[in-house]
């Protein structure tokens, strides 16, 4: 599986949007984009993913660039709740599909 | 419909012992897949289970292993426990079917080793 690069933090004013990057340049044409998020001392949880069109769904919307070499999670409109960790993750969908994590971006929305 | 269960939610043992955690998956999950995650890092994937069999392991020593029953739920064990297992440990569990398979994780098991 490809590897994936993160910042470490961000902050973001609470009502506003929160866009984290995510760089995977050696993705392969079959490797799928996945989110999670990890609030603290909670077991992460599924965001969003997608392969190489924009996703939108009801917690965020992600963009990935034509090259497929970098994407963005954004959260229109963050709140306290949005504080967490957050994985970028890139792997095949074929046999096993454990997922790989790095050590993610710590968003924290600021009041 | 209850989500994946992890029990115990805390646990404390000592060197040398062993320990087991349990994981119920989702409602209609057949995969179970265990994950270590220790202060400050990123989840690590431990194995897999599919079928009641090892389907995929990560990068840990024998003296992790795991079994599934047949109604899809899991244990992880762990012998001879060492000061550097202490961690949240972590099942995810997700569904057969065509195209993705997303995992859904419980909240942890968070094991201190003294």
């Known amino acids: 599986d490809a590897k994936t690069t993160q910042p470490p933090s961000m902050d973001c004013a609470e009502g506003r949007a929160a866009n984290l990057p995510c760089n995977h340049s050696?993705?392969?044409?079959?490797?799928?984009v996945y989110w999670y998020r990890q609030i603290h001392s909670q077991g992460p949880q599924y965001i969003i993913h997608?392969?190489?069109n924009n996703e939108t769904n009801e917690m965020a919307s992600l963009i990935i660039t034509e090259d497929r070499k970098s994407s963005t999670l954004i959260l229109p409109h963050a709140t306290l709740r949005d504080t967490a960790v957050y994985y970028c993750?890139?792997?095949?969908?074929?046999?096993?599909?454990?997922?790989?994590f790095g050590t993610g971006t710590r968003l924290t929305v600021i009041p | 419909d209850a989500g994946v269960t992890q029990s115990p939610t805390h646990l404390i043992k000592t060197r040398g012992q062993q320990v087991t955690l349990r994981c119920s998956p989702k409602?209609?999950?057949?995969?179970v897949s265990w994950y270590q995650q220790a202060l400050g890092q990123g989840p690590q994937f431990i194995f897999q289970?599919?079928?009641?069999?090892?389907?995929q392991r990560g990068n840990f020593p024998d003296r992790f292993s795991g079994h599934q029953f047949p109604n899809y739920s899991s244990e992880l064990n762990v012998n001879a426990l060492l000061l550097g297992d202490s961690a949240l440990y972590l099942c995810?569990?997700?569904?057969?079917?065509?195209?993705?398979?997303?995992?859904?994780f419980g909240p942890g098991t968070r094991l201190l080793v003294l």
């Open positions: 050696t993705i392969s044409g079959n490797e799928y």
């Open positions: 289970y599919y079928e009641e069999e090892e389907r």
């Open positions: 995810a569990s997700s569904w057969p079917g065509q195209g993705f398979r997303t995992q859904y």
């Open positions: 409602s209609g999950h057949d995969t």
């Open positions: 993750i890139v792997r095949v969908e074929t046999g096993a599909n454990n997922l790989f």
């Open positions: 997608g392969l190489k």
